[in-house]
Each structure stands twice: as structure tokens, then as C-alpha cells.
């Protein structure tokens, strides 16, 4: 969002001696390179939370074994389902979960550039999916339209979003 670019591990190496308390980081970025290095950095010294749902596959076969995203909250058990498969050797059943994330993601991002971010898209994913009203996203946030909300919803039964990220 910032567009300030540089290394995480770069980072975390310079800083450790300026901030006693320093324990990790939550990595957003798409560098599988740079996030796997700061799980490295100093013997394994430092906590990477990683913070891009949809990849989140290709960095639990590196290490990189927690997560703070958003589509945890209406996606979690696929994402349950996607490290047990990983535990258990199946990697068929679990690129099938990141590959349904992946399509909810793809979605979401469709509608969220048209409200300025994805918590535009977020919001009303997880109403759909709980029922529940959580209101409107702050400023500069849009709400999506009535009309957009119901295109939301089909591209996401078009999917089978609403059967595949139950439990189970």
C-alpha cells in the first residue's frame, strides 16, 4: 500500500539490537524468498506471522507455520483442512484448498477494487456467509452496491464457496 520496498530480514537484523523486545514480524509481502529468510535469520531467532491467505500453502512447506490474514475468518476450515493435508502427505487435497481459497481471493479482489480495498468485498463476504450484519465499512471504504452484492454472491455459489468452507 505504501509502496516502500525492502527486506524483511534486512530489517529484523538491523533492528534486534535496537528494540530489545523485537520478537518477529507479520509478513505481508509476496517474497517467499524474503519471509523463508527471516525464519532463518539468526538460527530461527524471529516469529513470522504470515499475512497473504492465498499463498499461504507454499510458505507452510517452508516453515513459515503461522498466519494473521482476513479470509481466515470466513475460510478457516479449508485452511484446517489445507494444514492437515499437509501433515498427513496429501498434497493433491491440499492444493485443492489453497486453489478454492485462491478463487474466493480472486473474487474478492474483483469487488474490493471497486470500493477502493478489499474490506469492502470482506464485509459482505462474511455477512453472506454468517448472516450476520457488521455494517459498513469505514471511510475511505465504500460499501459495495445491493446490485454488486448479488453478483458477489453468485460468483461465489458459482464457485461452491458456501459448501466447501463449512466445517468438515
Known amino acids: 500500500m505504501t509502496g516502500v520496498d525492502f527486506s524483511m530480514e534486512e530489517f529484523l537484523l538491523a533492528a534486534k539490537d535496537c528494540i530489545p523486545t523485537l520478537v518477529g514480524v507479520k509478513y505481508s509481502g509476496r517474497d517467499i524468498y524474503d519471509a523463508t529468510q527471516c525464519v532463518l535469520a539468526e538460527g530461527g531467532r524471529f516469529h513470522v506471522l504470515y499475512g497473504s491467505d492465498e499463498i499461504s500453502l507454499a510458505t507452510l512447506v517452508l516453515g513459515i507455520t503461522d498466519y494473521v490474514g482476513s479470509t481466515y475468518n470466513f475460510m478457516g476450515h ?3 483442512r489445507m494444514r ?3 501433515k498427513e502427505g496429501r498434497l493433491k487435497d491440499a492444493q485443492c484448498e489453497i486453489y478454492r481459497s485462491q478463487s474466493t481471493v ?4 474483483k469487488y474490493g477494487a471497486l470500493v477502493y480495498n478489499n474490506i469492502g468485498a470482506l464485509k459482505p463476504i462474511m455477512e453472506l456467509k454468517s448472516g450476520l450484519n457488521l455494517g459498513a465499512p469505514r471511510l475511505p471504504t465504500k460499501a459495495i452496491s445491493s446490485e ?6 453468485q460468483e461465489l455459489q458459482g464457485i461452491g464457496f458456501f459448501e466447501w468452507s463449512k466445517s468438515g
Open 84 to 86: 492437515a493435508a499437509v
Open 106 to 109: 480472486k473474487i474478492m479482489f
Open 148 to 153: 454488486e452484492r448479488q453478483q458477489l454472491k
Open 78 to 80: 479449508a485452511y484446517h
